[in-house]
């Protein structure tokens, strides 16, 4: 249906046609183009396209998928001045993303039942699935903390270390949040939800640094073959997914979504009360997932420490990412610098050496890039390559090959958790629902995914994860 | 010789675990239409075709809010009475009443049904705790797109022996990101009782949130349907993140359908 054409290895071209403001630009390998599941996404990077104000290309990442509006594993950037944002171009979970931390410890050396105890202390200390965190309800001064804050206001509760700041996005705070274009819905949606897992695909994962593959920024970030890690993915929570929605309610009142194909396109000018707006609603929502991903690992840290006797300071949190955000970031466009409004929807920014708004570790490495797989398989650590026409991004996953639905029926009657320890993996979760929907066998294989990233010079393998204890939510 | 009545199939998320006692299969759940007891099997099977149907070809929810203990003085069964739209509730009214009428007047009845439809889904067979069953979870969604001719085989097993099917309120369809429900409805405020009580067949603890709304478009019935996850996440969180604004009613014969997307 789409005629790519191939520009160099991992990356084809959309071209211009009727409507689209700009091209398309795919990055995915050869093998995957062929795949039918392609055929829908495509045709949402074309809508994309369709929007005002959009710069350069309309891109889609290796793991791209069926969104709402924008796919997921979309990126797309706007003039600051002309163009447009858009909540479908973030996603309801704004700021879903991920934190790694790393252990020195070799997670061989650790016993059997030092591990399930580890794996049972983080199942107690953090929920997980369809509730509540345990903190007591945030209130409107929490709220007003956490947005100019951002993760810096956990730190001051108490939860982890100052330093954990400086090895975070945008520092753990995403500026511009302001309160009052938050509903009081959205608060009392997420008043009790900081510091909880939430449900669905978000998880704690446990396991090995299995392999290096990129030694000297490997060694950089200190990393080693056999360290333990601790990869978090979470999000906003009923806070962000709130806003998400009341705006999206907002902007279809408005008629903000009239003659677009699909009204999860409904979008704003930047520069409008509308866009601002959301802007401001979008920055808090993102301030409360730092947060939240900031206590998770205080709880995580605290397990270590009842369990294995492992200090706080020594799960040493590498780095944490955002990826479903929208931010005001200055590329070059034509040679010029210009200031774009880019949209990473299921991607990660992947900005590489000398970049100032990275710490001074990451810019001389560039930034780490962070790619779960599948609780069976493996995940991945990257080094961000900052492909200018990708407006520095990267893949943010492995993305689904199997539906919900599909996914129950194949393990449907199959004893889900002694599959899984056959595969080395302990699970946990409050659903067998969850489990089921979650199995390997329902996301691509990351490694192929990863492999078009690397080929398409997106980002560069740095470390295989080997996940072997793991919490769903 | 067979026992027989007429059900419809009771579908739902039971609650798991329920009380020990002797529990019906979940899969054999069902609520009675009209009951017949031993009859001759060949001389019904020959006479099905004139039997009278469902005036409505569409399934129907309903939500299971009381205990019952039956009959009162001297339980032998607990039960879950069920409540259905006003609408509905009188429909199947009069349906059971068209249909136990049908059945004494061809003599598979010695009198004539007098006492008033009461729609219930039996669990369990005594012995029960009292004390127990009356604390299990109400407020519970139920489906209903069957209705089922069953013979009673003793010791709680029940067999379907013939059936007629309805178009079901909801289906669930493969999705690859999230969820997706075929939903159907006669108009708007069924479309948005069955769109919720799909999301109910995900989450059934959900039900106490529940209520009948008068959605006059289909931005309406999203809304409302936000506004209840809003509600549901808040107080006791839930699975969903928020209906998206994907897909257009369609029409279906007499029926409206729509594709309703929940990103979860």
């Not at chain 1, 920024?217 to 962000?240: C, E, P």
């Not at chain 2, 009198?111 to 604390?135: G, M, N, Q, V």
Request: hydrophobic share 40%; proline share 7%; glycine share 8%.
């Amino acid at each position: 249906m789409f005629n790519l054409k191939k520009l160099k290895p991992a990356t084809f071209l959309m071209e211009q046609g009727e409507k689209m403001r700009v091209p398309g630009l795919i990055f995915m390998n050869d093998q995957s183009l062929q795949d039918p599941l392609f055929e829908e996404p495509l045709k949402q990077v074309r809508n994309v396209s369709t929007l005002p104000g959009i710069v350069g290309y309309s891109i889609a990442m290796p793991d791209i998928h069926w969104g709402y509006g924008f796919p997921i594993g979309g990126v797309a950037a706007f003039d600051a001045e002309t163009g447009v944002i858009s909540p479908g171009g973030v996603g309801y979970d704004i700021n879903c993303g991920v934190r790694v931390a790393i252990i020195k410890e070799p997670f061989q050396s650790i016993p059997s039942s030092q591990k399930q105890a580890l794996l049972k202390a983080i199942f107690r200390k953090v929920p997980s699935g369809v509730g509540m965190g345990e903190s007591p309800p945030l209130t409107q001064a929490d709220y007003k903390a956490i947005v100019s804050k951002g993760a810096k206001w956990s730190i001051e509760q108490g939860y982890g270390l100052d330093i954990d700041l400086e090895f975070m996005e945008s520092h753990g705070n995403i500026s511009g949040g302001d309160m009052a274009a938050v509903s009081q819905h959205a608060q009392d949606r997420g008043a009790k939800q900081l510091g909880s897992i939430g449900s669905g695909n978000h998880f704690v994962e446990i396991g090995e640094v299995q392999s290096i593959l990129l030694p000297d920024v490997a060694a950089a970030w200190g990393i080693a073959k056999g360290d333990t890690y601790v990869l978090i993915h979470s999000g906003s929570r009923g806070f962000g997914h709130q806003i998400c929605q009341e705006t999206l309610d907002l902007f279809v009142q408005k008629g903000l979504a009239d003659n677009l194909v699909d009204k999860q396109l409904a979008c704003a000018p930047i520069k409008s009360s509308e866009g601002q707006n959301y802007f401001k609603a979008m920055a808090a929502a993102a301030n409360y997932a730092f947060n939240n991903r900031q206590q998770i690992l205080h709880s995580v840290r605290q397990a270590f420490k009842h369990v294995l006797h492992i200090p706080e300071e020594e799960v040493r949190l590498l780095y944490d990412v955002c990826h479903n955000i929208a931010k005001f970031e200055t590329h070059l466009v034509d040679g010029n610098p210009k200031k774009l409004c880019v949209h990473r929807k299921g991607a990660t920014r992947a900005f590489g050496p000398g970049n100032p708004e990275l710490n001074t570790l990451f810019q001389a490495t560039g930034q780490p890039v962070l790619v779960p797989g599948d609780m069976g398989r493996a995940s991945y650590i990257m080094v961000g390559s900052a492909l200018p026409q990708s407006w520095c991004s990267a893949c943010h996953g492995a993305g689904r090959a199997r539906s919900r639905v599909q996914s129950m029926k194949t393990w449907k009657d199959r004893n889900l958790f002694d599959y899984m320890k056959s595969i080395g993996v302990t699970v946990m979760a409050h659903s067998i629902r969850t489990i089921a929907e979650e199995m390997p066998d329902a996301y691509k294989n990351v490694d192929e995914v990863v492999q078009a990233v690397q080929e398409a010079e997106l980002a560069k393998m740095v470390a295989r994860l080997k996940p072997e204890l793991v919490i769903k939510g | 010789m067979k026992r027989l009545f007429f059900a419809f199939e009771a579908l739902a998320n039971w609650p798991n675990p329920l009380p020990r006692g002797r529990l019906l299969k979940e899969e054999e759940r069902h609520m009675t239409a009209a009951f017949i007891g031993a009859t001759d099997w060949e001389k019904l099977e020959s006479e099905l075709p004139d039997l009278p149907l469902p005036p409505f070809t569409l399934g129907f929810c309903g939500l299971c809010q009381d205990i019952l203990f039956l009959p009162p003085h001297h339980p032998r069964v607990v039960a879950y009475k069920a409540y259905f739209s006003p609408a509905t509730q009188q429909s199947l009214a009069d349906f059971a009443s068209r249909l136990n009428q049908w059945l004494y007047e061809h003599a598979y009845l010695k009198k004539p049904e007098t006492r008033p439809f009461l729609p219930h889904i039996t669990l369990a067979r005594s012995p029960f705790d009292y004390k127990k069953w009356k604390k299990i979870p109400t407020h519970w969604p139920v489906a209903f797109h069957r209705l089922k001719l069953y013979e009673s085989l003793g010791e709680l097993r029940y067999q379907p022996i013939w059936q007629k099917e309805l178009t079901p309120p909801f289906e669930e369809r493969e999705h690859t990101a999230d969820i997706e429900f075929l939903i159907h409805g006669r108009d708007l405020p069924e479309l948005f009782r069955h769109s919720a009580f799909a999301l109910l067949s995900r989450f059934p603890e959900g039900g106490a949130f529940y209520r009948d709304q008068a959605p006059d478009s289909m931005d309406e019935i999203i809304f409302l349907l936000n506004d209840w996850i809003r509600q549901m996440d808040g107080e006791i969180g839930c699975p969903f993140k928020a209906v998206s604004w994907h897909g257009k009613i369609e029409e279906e014969g007499n029926l409206m359908k729509w594709e309703m997307i929940v990103d979860v």
